[in-house]
T-cell receptor, first 113, second 115 residues
Framework: DAMVIQNPRYQVTQFGKPVTLSCSQT?????MYWYQQKSSQAPKLLFH???????NEADTPDNFQSRRPNTSFCFLDIRSPGLGDAAMYLC????????????FGDGTRLSIL | AQKITQTQPGMFVQEKEAVTLDCTYD???????LFWYKQPSSGEMIFLIY??????QNATEGRYSLNFQKARKSANLVISASQLGDSAMYFC????????????FGKGTLLTVNP
């Protein structure tokens, strides 16, 4: 039973062509996160939502935007993907509170042609 | 600022043996949490175990235990009775104990379990 679902699993887009990655959750967690993970590197937090409050990391490129229309769904929009944006994108959710772990989806692997 | 150091890029272990994956951390926070995640080659991140900085006892979850030495700022993961399915990348991470919004990850250790 998948609890954090990311679609699609693999996404190919063209250089400069906008792309949207989606994430949904059945856990009813109030915090959702987007991470970028490049090959052989640790995940890097891009932004997170605490309920509807959006929190952007200082070094997240302006090219990256996010939307959270409701508790269950969250989207990552890349407005003009460059070759350097090819990576695995991981969505995670958590409850707020002491020691609450983040639960990750399977990720979307983005390729840029 | 928080920093996680995993000094072992790769580790090998024989099936059924125990293995320790090292993790040291640096933080000026008095209260924080430490997490271990497993990432198989398929890509998903799987939560394994959590240790709070004020927890007296080392955390255990099945075959996983966390050897927490606060004075040394280390939080090593011990996997007992290794299985072939344990072959994966393992990440140590830390975050403020009050919230886990900003997890800081180490670079990871690639564990290979040999039959």
């Amino acid at each position: 039973d998948a609890m954090v679902i990311q679609n699609p699993r693999y996404q190919v887009t063209q250089f400069g062509k906008p792309v949207t990655l989606s994430c949904s959750q059945t856990l009813n967690h109030n915090v959702m996160y987007w991470y970028q993970q490049k090959s052989s590197q640790a995940p890097k937090l891009l932004f997170h939502y605490y309920d509807k409050d959006f929190n952007n990391e200082a070094d997240t490129p302006d090219n990256f935007q996010s939307r959270r229309p409701n508790t269950s769904f969250c989207f990552l929009d890349i407005r003009s993907p460059g070759l350097g944006d090819a990576a695995m994108y991981l969505c995670a959710t958590s409850r707020q509170g002491l020691g609450q772990p983040q639960h990750f989806g399977d990720g979307t692997r983005l390729s840029i042609l | 600022a928080q920093k996680i150091t995993q000094t072992q890029p790769g580790m090998f272990v024989q099936e059924k043996e125990a293995v320790t994956l090292d993790c040291t951390y640096d933080t000026s926070d008095q209260s924080y949490g430490l997490f271990w995640y497993k990432q198989p080659s398929s890509g998903e991140m799987i939560f394994l175990i959590y240790q709070g900085s004020y927890d007296e006892q080392n955390a255990t979850e099945g075959r996983y235990s966390l050897n927490f030495q606060k004075a040394r700022k280390s939080a090593n993961l011990v996997i007992s009775a290794s299985q072939l399915g344990d072959s994966a990348m393992y990440f140590c991470a830390m975050g403020p104990r009050g919230s886990n919004y900003k997890l800081t990850f180490g670079k990871g250790t690639l564990l290979t379990v040999n039959p």
